[in-house]
């Protein structure tokens, strides 16, 4: 499986992106699937998860202004970010999670760079 995402970009504090992650292999229906970022410095994060019956779950600091969606028919997962702080800004991958999210089943990809500044 590869995972690329992509849609990332230079965007002004309370702006919006929208980023796509595609899975390029088989069973993308089958997995949960999840976004996460890594800013500078610092470990990479769970920002946001959508199971396979399209449940969604949202880590706190992102929680009323991020919707993670999925089209299993075209085995694309998206990150729809509005509102963006400069805290934001990070470089988001996607993957597809074990339970407790911090393991993951797949290599990761390049990932796809957001900056959130005026």
């Known amino acids: 499986v590869q995972l690329q995402a992509s849609g990332g970009g230079l965007v002004q504090p309370g702006g919006s992106l929208r980023l796509s992650c595609v899975y390029s292999?088989?069973?993308?229906?089958?997995?949960?699937m999840a976004w996460y970022r890594q800013a500078p410095g610092k470990q990479r994060d769970f920002v946001a998860a959508?199971?396979?019956?399209?449940?969604?779950d949202y880590d706190f600091t992102v929680k009323g202004r991020f919707t993670i969606s999925r089209d299993d028919a075209k085995n694309v997962v998206y990150l729809q970010m509005n509102d963006l702080k400069p805290e934001d800004a990070a470089i988001y991958y996607c993957n597809a999670p074990y339970s407790g999210r911090h393991y993951v089943k797949f290599t990761w990809g390049q990932g796809t760079q957001v900056t959130v500044s005026s």
């Open positions: 292999g088989s069973m993308f229906s089958a997995h949960d």
């Open positions: 959508i199971a396979k019956g399209s449940s969604t």
